[in-house]
C-alpha cells in the first residue's frame, strides 16, 4: 500500500476519532416508531409504510439479472461487478428489511431495515472509487467499507449511538454529487448520479415531514410513504445509468463539462463589433453606403469601390433594396454576429445609430 494511501486512511480514523471525542451520543428517539400513517388494509399492519418498499425488491432483482446475465450492463471490471452486486442485493434486501420493520416498528426490526441500505451505500462509495479515483484502491475498499456499514449498525444497536451511522448515511450523501461533478467519470451519462442523488434529497425531506405531508394530503398518504418511493428512484436512475452508458472517450469532469458548455452560451450571445459597412473583410461586399467613410473604426475600412457607390443600401445576399428615401447618414453601425449550435457563423444583423441614439432602423438577418 502506497504511503499516500495509508496517510488518507490515518487521517479518516483521526477525524473520526475525534468528531466521537468531541460530539455528544446520538440515542434513538421512540418518536422516529410514531408514523402518521398507522392504517391497516387487508389485515397488512402500516400497510402503505409496507407494500411501498416492493419497487426496491423488483429494480433490486432486476439489477441483479442484468448484472450476471449475459453481462447486459457490459461491466470490464472485476470490482464494478462485485460493487454493483452489492448494491443491487442491498436494494433488494431493503424491501425485505423494511417491510419487516413497518409491520411492527422497533428498535430490534429496524436494524434490518437499515443494514441493507448500509450495505447499498457503501458499496456506491466503493464504486466511485473505482471509476473515478483507482480501480484496485475502489476493489481493495469494497469489504472495508461494507463492514465498516455494518459495524455502524451494530454499534448502534448495542451502545445506542447513531454517529457512526450517520457518518456512513450522510457523508456518501455528500461525497457522491461532489465525486460526480468534480472528477472525470470512466463512463457517460454521469447525470444520472445527480438525478439519483436529488431523489435521495427529496426523500429525506419527505420523511422528516412526514407527518405533515399526511396532513397536506388529507390523509391519504404520508412522507414516509413518499419517501419509499422516492428513494427507490435512485437505483431505477443508477439501472438506467448502466443500461445506456458507454466508455468515455474523453475522461472530462462534469464541471469541465458544464465550464465548456456555459463558455459556449456566452460565445454564442451577439457580440458587439464595429466594421466598415460596405465590406466584410474577407467576405464579398455586402452592403454598400455612399457614406462609407463614416463608419467605424476607419483604421479597418477598406477602400471604396472604383465604381460609383450605390445611392441607396442593398443586401448583397439577397439583393434587397431598401427604401430610396433612406440615406446613410449615420456615423455608426452595430454589427451583431449570430452564431448556430454548430458554430457557424449564421448571419448578420445590422443596427444603425445616430450618434448616441437609438436603434432607428433594424435590418433582417444577412447570410452572408
Not at 460609383?308 to 443600401?313: H, W
Request: charge should be positive; glycine fraction near 4%; charged fraction near 15%.
Amino acid at each position: 500500500m502506497k504511503k499516500r494511501t495509508v496517510y488518507v486512511w490515518a487521517i479518516a480514523i483521526l477525524c473520526f476519532i475525534v468528531l466521537m471525542i468531541v460530539t455528544p451520543a446520538i440515542p434513538q428517539s421512540e418518536e422516529y416508531h410514531k408514523f402518521a400513517d398507522q392504517r391497516d388494509f387487508f389485515g397488512i399492519p402500516n400497510t402503505l409504510n409496507v407494500v411501498s418498499n416492493f419497487p426496491f425488491l423488483v429494480i433490486g432483482l432486476i439489477g441483479l439479472i442484468l448484472c450476471h446475465h449475459g453481462n447486459y450492463f457490459k461491466l470490464s471490471l472485476q470490482g464494478e461487478v462485485w460493487g454493483w452486486t452489492c448494491f443491487f442485493v442491498g436494494v433488494a434486501a431493503v424491501a425485505v428489511g423494511s417491510s419487516y420493520y413497518h409491520l411492527k416498528p422497533n428498535d430490534a426490526r429496524l436494524v434490518w431495515d437499515r443494514l441493507p441500505m448500509t450495505v447499498a451505500f457503501t458499496s456506491i462509495v466503493a464504486i466511485f472509487i473505482i471509476e473515478r479515483i483507482d480501480e484496485q484502491k475502489g476493489t481493495t475498499s469494497i469489504i472495508p467499507l461494507v463492514l465498516a456499514g455494518i459495524i455502524s449498525i451494530l454499534y448502534w444497536r448495542f451502545f445506542d449511538d447513531l454517529r457512526p451511522y450517520a457518518l456512513i448515511q450522510f457523508v456518501p450523501c455528500i461525497a457522491i454529487p461532489l465525486m460526480a461533478i468534480l472528477l472525470p467519470p470512466m463512463y457517460t451519462h454521469s447525470t444520472y448520479w445527480l438525478w439519483a442523488a436529488g431523489f435521495y434529497l427529496i426523500a429525506k425531506v419527505e420523511e422528516a415531514e412526514d407527518k405533515l405531508i399526511y396532513k397536506w394530503t388529507h390523509h391519504i398518504v404520508s412522507g414516509h410513504t413518499l419517501k419509499h418511493l422516492c428513494a427507490a428512484m435512485v437505483p431505477v436512475f443508477l439501472t438506467l445509468m448502466l443500461a445506456k452508458r458507454t466508455v468515455e472517450p474523453v475522461r472530462q469532469s462534469l464541471f469541465e463539462t458544464w465550464k465548456i458548455s456555459w463558455t459556449r452560451v456566452k460565445d454564442n450571445r451577439s457580440k458587439l463589433f464595429f466594421v466598415p459597412v460596405w465590406r466584410w473583410p474577407g467576405k464579398q461586399p455586402l452592403i454598400y453606403s455612399r457614406n462609407y467613410n463614416l463608419f467605424f473604426p476607419v483604421l479597418f475600412s477598406l477602400p471604396p469601390p472604383s465604381s460609383t457607390p450605390l445611392d441607396v443600401l442593398c443586401f448583397h445576399s439577397c439583393a434587397r433594396i431598401l427604401d430610396p428615401d433612406f440615406s446613410c447618414h449615420y456615423n455608426l453601425v452595430l454589427c451583431l454576429r449570430s452564431r448556430g449550435s454548430s458554430g457557424r457563423d449564421d448571419g448578420l444583423l445590422l443596427c444603425y445609430f445616430q450618434g448616441i441614439g437609438l436603434a432607428v432602423r433594424v435590418f433582417d438577418m444577412v447570410s452572408y
